[in-house]
T-cell receptor, first 111, second 116 residues
Protein backbone atom coordinates (compact mmCIF):
# COMPACT_ATOMS: atom_id res chain seq x y z
CA UNK A 1 0.00 0.00 0.00
CA UNK A 2 0.85 3.66 -0.12
CA UNK A 3 3.71 4.73 2.12
CA UNK A 4 5.04 8.20 2.77
CA UNK A 5 8.28 8.19 4.70
CA UNK A 6 10.14 11.14 6.14
CA UNK A 7 13.69 11.43 7.32
CA UNK A 8 15.01 12.16 9.77
CA UNK A 9 12.47 11.11 12.38
CA UNK A 10 13.97 13.51 14.92
CA UNK A 11 16.28 16.48 14.57
CA UNK A 12 17.84 18.62 17.27
CA UNK A 13 19.48 21.84 16.13
CA UNK A 14 21.00 24.86 17.80
CA UNK A 15 19.02 28.01 17.25
CA UNK A 16 20.30 29.64 14.09
CA UNK A 17 21.26 26.40 12.36
CA UNK A 18 19.49 25.19 9.25
CA UNK A 19 17.10 22.23 9.12
CA UNK A 20 15.89 19.99 6.32
CA UNK A 21 13.32 17.22 6.26
CA UNK A 22 12.87 14.87 3.33
CA UNK A 23 9.66 13.20 2.25
CA UNK A 24 9.50 10.12 0.00
CA UNK A 25 6.37 8.48 -1.33
CA UNK A 26 6.16 4.95 -2.67
CA UNK A 27 3.83 6.17 -5.41
CA UNK A 28 3.34 9.36 -7.38
CA UNK A 29 1.44 12.10 -5.61
CA UNK A 30 -0.80 14.43 -7.56
CA UNK A 31 0.19 17.23 -5.22
CA UNK A 32 1.93 17.56 -1.88
CA UNK A 33 1.10 19.56 1.19
CA UNK A 34 3.14 20.36 4.26
CA UNK A 35 1.74 20.72 7.76
CA UNK A 36 3.24 21.71 11.08
CA UNK A 37 2.03 20.30 14.37
CA UNK A 38 3.16 21.95 17.57
CA UNK A 39 3.44 19.75 20.68
CA UNK A 40 -0.08 19.17 21.98
CA UNK A 41 -1.61 20.87 18.96
CA UNK A 42 -3.22 19.92 15.71
CA UNK A 43 -1.73 19.99 12.21
CA UNK A 44 -1.64 23.41 10.59
CA UNK A 45 -1.32 23.81 6.84
CA UNK A 46 1.86 25.44 5.57
CA UNK A 47 1.86 25.12 1.79
CA UNK A 48 0.80 23.10 -1.23
CA UNK A 49 2.97 22.18 -4.22
CA UNK A 50 1.37 20.94 -7.42
CA UNK A 51 3.84 21.02 -10.28
CA UNK A 52 6.77 18.72 -10.86
CA UNK A 53 10.00 20.43 -9.76
CA UNK A 54 8.11 23.28 -8.09
CA UNK A 55 9.92 25.37 -5.47
CA UNK A 56 8.12 27.75 -3.12
CA UNK A 57 9.43 29.98 -0.37
CA UNK A 58 7.79 31.36 2.74
CA UNK A 59 10.21 33.64 4.56
CA UNK A 60 12.81 31.24 6.01
CA UNK A 61 11.06 28.11 4.70
CA UNK A 62 11.78 26.61 1.27
CA UNK A 63 9.65 23.80 -0.12
CA UNK A 64 10.49 21.65 -3.12
CA UNK A 65 8.51 19.04 -5.06
CA UNK A 66 10.55 16.44 -6.91
CA UNK A 67 10.56 16.02 -10.66
CA UNK A 68 8.94 12.59 -10.40
CA UNK A 69 6.39 13.91 -7.88
CA UNK A 70 7.39 11.18 -5.45
CA UNK A 71 9.54 13.24 -3.12
CA UNK A 72 9.64 16.61 -1.47
CA UNK A 73 11.72 18.57 0.98
CA UNK A 74 11.32 21.38 3.47
CA UNK A 75 14.31 23.49 4.39
CA UNK A 76 14.31 26.02 7.21
CA UNK A 77 17.09 28.60 7.27
CA UNK A 78 18.35 29.93 10.59
CA UNK A 79 15.94 28.08 12.86
CA UNK A 80 14.17 29.86 15.69
CA UNK A 81 12.56 28.43 18.81
CA UNK A 82 9.18 29.12 17.24
CA UNK A 83 9.99 26.50 14.58
CA UNK A 84 9.69 23.70 17.15
CA UNK A 85 7.17 21.04 16.18
CA UNK A 86 6.61 18.09 13.92
CA UNK A 87 6.57 18.66 10.19
CA UNK A 88 4.47 16.39 8.02
CA UNK A 89 4.27 16.07 4.29
CA UNK A 90 0.97 14.79 2.95
CA UNK A 91 -0.80 14.21 -0.30
CA UNK A 92 -3.45 12.34 -2.23
CA UNK A 93 -2.69 9.29 -4.31
CA UNK A 94 -2.96 9.59 -8.07
CA UNK A 95 -6.38 8.00 -7.87
CA UNK A 96 -7.22 10.86 -5.54
CA UNK A 97 -9.30 8.76 -3.23
CA UNK A 98 -7.26 8.86 -0.06
CA UNK A 99 -4.93 11.29 1.63
CA UNK A 100 -1.70 10.12 3.22
CA UNK A 101 0.44 11.83 5.80
CA UNK A 102 4.13 11.15 6.11
CA UNK A 103 5.75 9.76 9.23
CA UNK A 104 6.83 13.24 10.30
CA UNK A 105 10.04 14.89 11.43
CA UNK A 106 10.12 16.24 14.97
CA UNK A 107 12.25 19.37 15.24
CA UNK A 108 13.72 20.56 18.51
CA UNK A 109 15.49 23.91 18.55
CA UNK A 110 17.96 24.46 21.36
CA UNK A 111 18.23 28.12 22.36
CA UNK B 1 -14.52 31.07 16.75
CA UNK B 2 -15.21 30.06 13.15
CA UNK B 3 -12.71 27.18 13.03
CA UNK B 4 -13.32 23.44 13.12
CA UNK B 5 -14.69 22.28 16.45
CA UNK B 6 -14.84 18.80 17.92
CA UNK B 7 -16.75 17.42 20.84
CA UNK B 8 -15.89 16.00 23.28
CA UNK B 9 -12.25 16.91 23.62
CA UNK B 10 -11.57 13.91 25.81
CA UNK B 11 -13.39 10.62 26.22
CA UNK B 12 -12.56 7.79 28.57
CA UNK B 13 -14.53 4.62 28.10
CA UNK B 14 -14.42 1.00 29.04
CA UNK B 15 -13.65 -1.69 26.52
CA UNK B 16 -16.79 -2.86 24.76
CA UNK B 17 -18.66 0.42 25.08
CA UNK B 18 -19.80 2.51 22.12
CA UNK B 19 -18.60 6.08 21.67
CA UNK B 20 -19.65 8.86 19.33
CA UNK B 21 -17.68 11.96 18.41
CA UNK B 22 -18.93 15.08 16.69
CA UNK B 23 -17.20 17.44 14.31
CA UNK B 24 -18.44 20.84 13.18
CA UNK B 25 -16.49 22.02 10.14
CA UNK B 26 -15.97 25.55 8.89
CA UNK B 27 -19.39 26.49 7.64
CA UNK B 28 -18.74 26.94 3.92
CA UNK B 29 -16.48 23.88 3.61
CA UNK B 30 -17.90 21.05 1.55
CA UNK B 31 -15.28 18.42 2.41
CA UNK B 32 -14.88 16.84 5.81
CA UNK B 33 -12.22 14.33 6.83
CA UNK B 34 -11.63 12.03 9.76
CA UNK B 35 -8.16 10.94 10.82
CA UNK B 36 -6.72 8.92 13.67
CA UNK B 37 -3.39 9.83 15.21
CA UNK B 38 -1.39 7.87 17.76
CA UNK B 39 1.59 9.19 19.66
CA UNK B 40 4.60 9.80 17.47
CA UNK B 41 2.77 9.01 14.25
CA UNK B 42 1.28 11.05 11.46
CA UNK B 43 -2.48 11.30 11.06
CA UNK B 44 -3.98 8.20 9.41
CA UNK B 45 -6.76 8.83 6.93
CA UNK B 46 -10.03 7.16 7.92
CA UNK B 47 -12.73 8.59 5.68
CA UNK B 48 -13.96 11.73 3.99
CA UNK B 49 -17.19 13.32 2.86
CA UNK B 50 -18.05 15.70 0.11
CA UNK B 51 -21.21 17.37 1.30
CA UNK B 52 -23.27 14.48 2.69
CA UNK B 53 -21.72 11.77 0.52
CA UNK B 54 -19.06 9.51 2.03
CA UNK B 55 -16.62 9.21 -0.87
CA UNK B 56 -13.92 6.99 0.56
CA UNK B 57 -13.31 4.77 3.52
CA UNK B 58 -9.90 3.50 4.50
CA UNK B 59 -9.28 -0.20 4.98
CA UNK B 60 -8.11 0.86 8.44
CA UNK B 61 -11.74 1.53 9.26
CA UNK B 62 -13.17 -1.71 10.56
CA UNK B 63 -16.85 -2.53 10.59
CA UNK B 64 -16.99 -1.20 14.12
CA UNK B 65 -16.44 2.33 12.80
CA UNK B 66 -19.11 4.34 11.07
CA UNK B 67 -19.27 7.96 10.07
CA UNK B 68 -22.12 10.13 8.91
CA UNK B 69 -22.64 13.63 7.66
CA UNK B 70 -26.41 13.67 7.30
CA UNK B 71 -27.02 17.23 6.14
CA UNK B 72 -23.64 18.00 4.73
CA UNK B 73 -22.71 20.09 7.75
CA UNK B 74 -21.59 18.44 11.00
CA UNK B 75 -20.34 14.86 11.09
CA UNK B 76 -20.31 12.08 13.65
CA UNK B 77 -17.88 9.21 14.03
CA UNK B 78 -19.10 6.22 16.01
CA UNK B 79 -16.98 3.39 17.31
CA UNK B 80 -18.87 0.33 18.47
CA UNK B 81 -17.52 -2.22 20.94
CA UNK B 82 -14.39 -0.21 21.60
CA UNK B 83 -11.06 -1.98 22.01
CA UNK B 84 -7.91 -0.80 23.73
CA UNK B 85 -6.28 -0.45 20.32
CA UNK B 86 -8.81 2.26 19.47
CA UNK B 87 -7.15 4.60 21.96
CA UNK B 88 -5.90 7.54 19.91
CA UNK B 89 -6.55 11.14 18.98
CA UNK B 90 -9.36 11.41 16.46
CA UNK B 91 -8.93 14.45 14.26
CA UNK B 92 -11.49 16.07 12.04
CA UNK B 93 -10.58 18.45 9.23
CA UNK B 94 -12.49 20.36 6.61
CA UNK B 95 -11.68 21.99 3.32
CA UNK B 96 -13.28 23.76 0.39
CA UNK B 97 -13.03 21.66 -2.73
CA UNK B 98 -12.13 23.74 -5.77
CA UNK B 99 -10.72 22.81 -9.15
CA UNK B 100 -10.83 19.11 -8.32
CA UNK B 101 -7.90 19.43 -5.95
CA UNK B 102 -7.32 18.40 -2.40
CA UNK B 103 -6.98 21.85 -0.93
CA UNK B 104 -5.74 23.12 2.40
CA UNK B 105 -7.28 21.22 5.29
CA UNK B 106 -8.20 22.97 8.51
CA UNK B 107 -7.98 20.70 11.51
CA UNK B 108 -9.99 20.70 14.70
CA UNK B 109 -8.42 20.23 18.13
CA UNK B 110 -9.24 16.52 18.14
CA UNK B 111 -10.98 14.12 20.49
CA UNK B 112 -8.64 12.07 22.62
CA UNK B 113 -10.09 8.62 23.25
CA UNK B 114 -8.82 6.39 26.01
CA UNK B 115 -10.19 2.87 26.19
CA UNK B 116 -9.62 1.16 29.53
Amino acid sequence: GQQVMQIPQYQHVQEGEDFTTYCNSSTTLSNIQWYKQRPGGHPVFLIQLVKSGEVKKQKRLTFQFGEAKKNSSLHITATQTTDVGTYFCAGPTNTGNQFYFGTGTSLTVIP
Amino acid sequence: DTGVSQDPRHKITKRGQNVTFRCDPISEHNRLYWYRQTLGQGPEFLTYFQNEAQLEKSRLLSDRFSAERPKGSFSTLEIQRTEQGDSAMYLCASSLRTSGRWNEQFFGPGTRLTVL
